[in-house]
């Protein structure tokens, strides 16, 4: 079946570092990606998402290509601010699917440190 | 942007009580809606896929008479969790997909309730 791989966290890195979360993932067919990110004590916020190979998603600094050749969806921030802190989940999608959920990845916690 | 609600956001009950969840999608259509358990510092948890005007699909594990969804709109979908009792403390997340157009396979997700059964 569909999975979704992301590196495994904590991540803790100081205010304006380079920030990248590995996600890689195992789908059929060509899937929608996307990055969700979850706030403390918050629901999950859409970040970013890519519909089609090579396609980049990009929203408040942060970016994800859509790699086929690699099936992976990493997500850059150039410089992480504190208010960045927060866990980021990688996920896919079956286009044009109807019912069929999202999957998930187990989520990266990201700490900024000023 | 798209935006999910869900009411209440904090709900604390006795045991064996029931408690209904709201989950609104408020300026879209949803045919379909999903109800997520989290359990701190984990990733979400499937429980069941809602759509409207029809029984919901549960996952294996899930108890359909427990956790009752009802899906009877295409803004409006809610859980009740009932006999409710300490293992269902949790945050339940609910999730909406837009029925149409470009984003349809993206889900907007609400805010969360986070339920503590004493």
């Known amino acids: 079946g569909d999975s979704v791989t992301q590196m495994e966290g904590p991540v803790t890195l100081s205010e304006e570092a380079f920030l990248t979360i590995n996600c890689t993932y195992t789908?059929?067919?060509?899937?929608?990606l996307f990055w969700y990110v979850q706030y403390p004590g918050e629901g999950l916020q859409l970040l970013l998402k890519a519909t089609k190979a090579d396609d980049k998603g990009s929203n408040k600094g942060f970016e994800a290509t859509y790699r086929k050749e690699t099936t992976s969806f990493h997500l850059e921030k150039g410089s992480v601010q504190v208010s960045d802190s927060a866990v980021y989940f990688c996920a896919l999608t079956r286009r044009n699917s109807g019912n069929t959920p999202l999957v998930f990845g187990k989520g990266t916690r990201l700490s900024v440190i000023a | 942007g798209a935006v999910v609600s869900q009411h209440p956001s904090r709900v604390i009950c006795k045991s064996g009580t029931s408690v209904k969840i709201e989950c609104r999608s408020l300026?879209?259509?949803?045919?379909?809606m999903f109800w997520y358990r989290q359990f701190p510092k984990q990733s979400l948890m499937l429980m069941a896929t809602?759509?409207?005007?029809?029984?919901?699909?549960?996952e294996q594990g899930v108890e359909k008479d427990k956790f009752l969804i009802n899906h009877a709109s295409l803004t409006l979908s809610t859980l009740t969790v009932t006999s409710a009792h300490p293992e269902d403390s949790s945050f339940y997340i609910c999730?909406?997909?837009?029925?149409?157009?470009?984003?349809?396979?993206?889900?907007?997700f609400g805010p969360g309730t986070r339920l503590t059964v004493l």
């Open positions: 789908a059929t067919g060509y899937p929608s």
């Open positions: 300026d879209f259509q949803a045919t379909t």
């Open positions: 809602s759509n409207e005007g029809s029984k919901a699909t549960y």
């Open positions: 999730s909406a997909r837009v029925a149409g157009g470009p984003a349809v396979d993206t889900q907007y």
